[in-house]
């Protein structure tokens, strides 16, 4: 049996949670909220961090019921992410580690979201489709690794959706995209967008400079929601897209989304649409699990653990740059 | 006209059916509605992706690069007809079967392989065409001599490349879209044959090592460009 506290801080969502052999005994949660216009900064962020991180675990061990000397692992988010933020969760799992006297270990952020997906929905070996503010990737399980089928080859889905929201003035709170997705409900007209697929991979920037450019002339035809529904309708279709290419490649009937993108409803319900068509079961996680937080750094670290993997003080680093493919996986055995 | 329909293969975007067309063996690619996407996405998308497959058969004709023969393309229901090759086997299943013969990455198979890929892709970039989707699954191997009846692949010289499904293809004659049409194979080739990490690098090294009949086709833009659009994809930070 391992217990596992998990820290997790590479964006602008400060998450700490505690488990105990997949069971969550804890699961605390901040977000930094940017006025409307503006994006989340390193600095910033990384100053949120700091103010509210003890704050966040006193309350994630006071929710969880035990001690520190309780807790087998103290894993943190290695990568990727912003660094600043990074480090600040970092350095504060490492004084714990010091402090309880207990092992210390770095965990992947997008390997985290997949165990988490895996343990919440009990998705067997299913195709990942990993999408949030900084990552979009079509992910399936072979000899050891998380190999990566397909991605964006510029930016994110989450970064797309983020900055349209900026461009409309959208608020930040509680996120650009569950702003954007509450708009598309309303939308009635649908406007062509560019629609940029390449083999398994995807293109975002394209459509949002398109939006950036023509945003004045377009808003003289098309109501605000009418642009949400119709960036959402393409760049979603663009991912079922690649999906379903990947899974007629790998030959697999399961589809798991993860990611902060990945609790949004349309985006669920299209995916459905398509596992529906050809006999694949979809799974999807609600806005708990879906968005950062700290459980899945705790989950994914103590699979790990558990399965021998161990991690050096001197090891204990952060990396802005860290490939879902470079993580060696000890704890499946198929 | 068109008799015996069978369904050979349900893929990602298209049905396949077998038939015989004229008396000719023939396969037709019906691209069926997709209920997941909007109404008019879905039939811009289609419409596109015919139209793009139907253009670059023929223009693959033109420059001698072997695809299958285009015979109709019919809007109202989504079809293109086309040659379809009986005996033939996609360019993954070759190399997986190679591979699990022991011969390794070594053989002869693989090096005439990797020339043939190289050459094909380089011929089309120098065209103009990108195809849009490099897999191993997108490129069949045939026999050249008609005559045998059974699939010998083990013949280097009695074999001939087919590339198929155009459906992402367009002309260009910029390098970043060549380059990212390479890194697109790339990842499909790495993903796929995960074992196979030579395979790619040579497929490179012949495609670079050609010599041009372009003038206009710079091979040093375009693996610049290659490089670029690799840094972009797989360095990418989260920071956008």
Not at chain 1, 231 to 236: K, N, S
Request: include cysteine; proline fraction near 3%; charged fraction near 25%.
């Amino acid at each position: 049996m391992v217990v596992a506290i998990g820290f997790e801080g590479s964006a602008n969502k400060l998450g700490i949670g505690i488990v105990r052999d997949g069971e969550i005994l804890a699961n605390c949660r901040r977000t930094y909220i940017t006025p409307p216009g503006e994006g989340f900064l390193p600095r910033e962020t990384a100053e949120h961090h700091r103010e509210n991180i003890h704050e966040v675990l006193k309350e994630a061990l006071e929710q969880s019921g035990l001690k520190p000397d309780e807790i087998d692992v103290v894993c943190y988010t290695k990568g990727p992410g912003m660094g600043a933020p990074l480090s600040v969760c970092a350095i504060v799992a490492r004084t714990c580690a010091l402090l309880w006297n207990k092992p210390i270990l770095g965990v992947n952020h997008c390997i985290g979201h997949i165990e988490m997906g895996r343990l919440i929905t009990q998705a067997h070996n299913p195709t990942v489709l990993y999408v949030s503010g900084g990552n979009t990737q079509i992910i399936a399980y072979s000899r050891q690794r998380y190999r990566i089928f397909g991605e964006t080859i510029d930016i994110a889905v989450g970064n797309c959706l983020d900055r349209f929201a900026r461009v409309l003035k959208l608020s930040n709170a509680p996120s650009p995209g569950y702003n954007i997705e509450q708009m598309a409900k309303k939308g009635k007209n649908f406007l062509h967008l560019p629609y940029c697929v390449k083999g398994m991979d995807v293109s975002f920037s394209g459509i949002l400079s398109f939006m950036e450019d023509k945003i004045d002339e377009l808003l003289k035809d098309y109501s605000p929601e009418d642009l949400c529904y119709s960036l959402q309708e393409t760049i979603f279709a663009m991912l079922v897209e690649i999906t379903e290419r990947a899974m007629a490649h790998c030959e697999s009937h399961e589809v798991l989304i993860v990611g902060g993108v990945g609790c949004n409803v349309r985006l669920q319900e299209m995916m459905g649409i398509m596992c529906s068509e050809r006999g694949a079961k979809i799974f999807a996680t609600d806005e708990r699990f879906c968005i950062d937080n700290g459980v899945m750094i705790a989950h994914a670290g103590a699979l790990a653990h558990a399965s021998g993997t161990r991690m050096d003080f001197k090891d204990s680093t952060i990396t802005q740059r860290y490939r879902t493919d470079d993580v060696f996986v000890t704890w499946r055995e198929d | 006209m068109c008799e015996e329909f069978k369904l050979l293969k349900q893929g990602a975007e298209a049905k396949l059916l077998v038939c015989n067309y004229l008396g000719k063996p023939t396969l037709i690619k019906e691209r069926f509605q997709k209920n997941y996407r909007h109404p008019d996405l879905d039939q811009t998308i289609t419409k596109e992706r015919i139209k793009n497959e139907a253009r670059s058969i023929v223009r693959c004709k033109t420059i001698g690069v072997k695809t299958p023969t285009l015979y109709l393309v019919d809007f109202e229901r989504r079809r293109i007809y086309m040659q379809h090759f009986e005996n033939s086997i996609t360019a993954k299943d070759f190399i997986i079967n190679t591979k699990k013969l022991e011969t390794g990455d070594g053989s002869a198979n693989f090096n005439m392989l990797c020339q043939k890929i190289g050459e094909t892709v380089r011929k089309l970039h120098e065209n103009s065409i990108i195809h849009g989707d490099l897999t191993t699954s997108n490129i069949l191997l045939i026999d050249k001599n008609p005559a045998s009846k059974d699939v010998k692949y083990l013949e280097q010289d009695n074999i001939e490349l087919v590339m198929i499904d155009f459906g992402l293809s367009h002309t260009a004659s910029n390098a970043e879209d060549m380059g990212v049409d390479l890194y697109v194979l790339e990842r499909a080739i790495i993903s796929t044959h995960n074992d196979c990490p030579d395979l790619f690098p040579r497929i490179l090294e012949c495609y670079q090592n050609i010599k041009t009949m372009n003038k206009s086709y710079n091979i040093k833009e375009v693996i610049n460009k290659f490089e670029e659009v690799r840094v972009r994809g797989r360095k990418r930070t989260m920071v956008g």
